[in-house]
């Protein structure tokens, strides 16, 4: 079971970990979404198996233009993973946590791994495969599938965001598309081969040794454009002469 609100870091869900802890002790529950490592120690004292991570950071998440509420998703995962370390070493519980939004490439998976993420969160992935229940539609550009935020109107969740009566007052998420991708199957492959090749490029092959071997550095823009690729690419095959 998981908690998921758009703001973790309150009383109220400190109670309901406490009455889920209570009551039923055999069930692992986790709490979230949280964005910094006092937030996480709150919900780790209040009995919570794991927290997620991220507020804003999604791709159908407009809380930050709102509301101003949020944070950059890799400070946030550095900050409570280093709280977590720490509140392992203060009780000897190690709470896991996952890193929930800001995850639209492949390797920004690895990067939350390697920044102390214990596992991710993946919607907008995820929504781009046929076993996603949203409609797969036709458009002059090739095939898109449905994809909204759970603070939308269209998904009328306002018990999730708490605004105020029985309605969202304004919106913390978008209704839109994403590219679809095609069989799931084939997609996770990819990407679980992507993640081991960047994990072994680290020295690693297990997720505590990539958080230990993996090196992490601030770059410029123009450092990040130099990692794509810059020519005029074929839009067809060659053929062997």
Not at 6 to 27: C, F, M, R, T
Not at 169 to 191: C, I, K, Q, R, S
Request: with cysteine.
């Amino acid at each position: 079971m998981c908690f998921d609100s758009s703001d973790g870091y309150s009383d109220w869900q400190a109670q309901a970990l406490n009455w889920v802890k209570k009551h039923y002790p055999e069930i692992p529950v986790g709490g979230g979404n949280v964005v910094d490592g006092e937030a996480f120690t709150f919900l780790a004292e209040a009995g919570a198996d794991f927290v997620k991570v991220g507020v804003g950071g999604g791709s159908i998440c407009i809380t930050r233009d709102q509301k101003g509420i949020g944070r950059g998703q890799a400070g946030a995962v550095l900050d409570v993973a280093a709280a977590r370390d720490a509140f392992c070493g203060r009780t000897g519980e190690y709470v896991p946590i996952c890193s929930d939004g800001g995850l639209v490439h492949d390797y920004h998976v690895a990067l939350a791994l390697a920044m102390g993420a214990d596992f991710v969160m993946m919607g907008r992935y995820f929504a781009r495969f046929d076993q996603a229940a949203g409609a797969k539609l036709p458009t002059r550009d090739g095939f898109v599938k449905e994809y909204w935020g759970e603070g939308s109107n269209r998904a009328r969740n306002w018990q999730r965001y708490g605004q105020g009566g029985q309605a969202l007052v304004f919106e913390e998420g978008v209704d839109g598309y994403v590219p679809y991708a095609g069989d799931l199957d084939e997609g996770l492959a990819l990407t679980t081969a992507k993640l081991r090749t960047t994990m072994v490029s680290c020295g690693s092959t297990t997720l505590p040794e990539f958080r230990s071997t993996a090196r992490m550095t601030l770059v410029s823009d123009q450092s990040f454009q130099e990692g794509h690729a810059n020519v005029t690419l074929r839009e067809a095959p060659t053929t062997a002469s």
